[in-house]
């Protein structure tokens, strides 16, 4: 089944609870967003607000004590949640990549780069172990890398927290997605790292037509690369809109709050 026909990701009244032993979380209600291919959809809010699990909920990796009780996912005209598990998994690496908050996390720490790059674009693309070393180079190269030869050789130990987060970056647009999750990319990087790393997404979104969910708490990130914005307060959108008319005419007054906080 072909599922790259449009060119939108749209979350329609979502919800997503969790089962505990203190009895039943509803951590995200009623959540609807759209995220359109070449553009960037951010999605603020504070720690537990429901921003990463609503992501979660898209690329089908909630934790076993979650389950989706209402709603929609649609991807490209087909509605994602028709799916069996089996079938969405396999959509992710193609039609979505997902960058996390901590690479290390998703870098196997006991394998090199070249190693890890290669062995994700031979599993989703029929290409040659040659072919897909070419790749690996061209995207480091795309996000800043130098030596990026000699830097496929390395392990993730090996490289600097920003290096790493780049390395995951490549690792993902090689693969050539629909639509990318961004989950906190660079919180727990150095301003400057933080501000190359940003203008590489917002370079590689433009160029490749790809559309980004991009998670986080932190508005002046937001005014630097989004283009629409989604408030999240309490596992609910509360407000959402183009990133202008959110800055310049807030409505809610969490937005108020979250905007005087970097004023």
């Known amino acids: 089944m072909d599922y790259r026909q449009t060119d939108e990701l749209s979350i329609e009244n979502l919800c997503v609870d969790?089962?505990?032993p203190e009895g039943i979380v509803h951590a995200v209600r009623d959540v609807s967003l759209k995220v359109h291919k070449g553009r960037i959809t951010a999605l603020v809010g504070e720690s537990g607000s429901g921003k990463s699990v609503t992501s979660l909920a898209v690329?089908?990796?909630?934790?076993?004590?979650?389950s989706i009780n209402n709603g929609k996912i649609i991807c490209n005209g087909t509605d994602l949640l028709a799916l069996s598990v089996k079938e969405r998994h396999a959509l992710n690496g193609r039609t979505f990549g997902m960058i996390f908050q901590d690479p290390g996390a998703a870098l196997d720490p006991l394998f090199t780069v070249e190693q890890q790059m290669t062995e994700g674009l031979r599993?989703?693309?029929?290409?040659?172990?040659?072919?897909?070393?070419?790749?690996?180079?061209?995207?480091?190269?795309?996000?800043?890398?130098?030596?990026?030869?000699?830097?496929?050789?390395?392990?993730p130990f090996e490289l600097s927290g920003g290096m790493c987060q780049r390395v995951m970056i490549a690792m993902?647009?090689?693969?050539?997605?629909?639509?990318l999750i961004a989950d906190e990319p660079t919180t727990a990087l150095d301003v400057t790292v933080q501000k190359q790393i940003l203008r590489q997404i917002y370079q590689l979104c433009r160029e490749q037509e790809i559309g980004i969910l991009f998670i986080t708490h932190d508005l002046g990130v937001v005014a630097e690369i989004a283009d629409e914005v989604a408030?999240?307060?309490?596992?609910?959108?509360?407000?959402?809109?183009?990133?202008?008319?959110?800055?310049?005419?807030?409505?809610?007054?969490?937005?108020?709050?979250?905007l005087n906080a970097v004023l």
């Open 18 to 20: 969790f089962d505990t």
């Open 59 to 66: 690329m089908s990796l909630l934790a076993r004590n979650g």
């Open 123 to 155: 599993e989703h693309q029929r290409i040659s172990r040659q072919e897909a070393r070419e790749l690996s180079i061209r995207y480091l190269k795309a996000v800043n890398l130098q030596e990026p030869e000699s830097l496929l050789k390395k392990r």
């Open 172 to 179: 993902t647009m090689a693969l050539q997605p629909d639509y």
């Open 231 to 258: 408030i999240m307060q309490a596992g609910q959108i509360v407000e959402n809109g183009d990133v202008l008319q959110i800055f310049e005419h807030p409505q809610h007054a969490y937005t108020k709050q979250l």
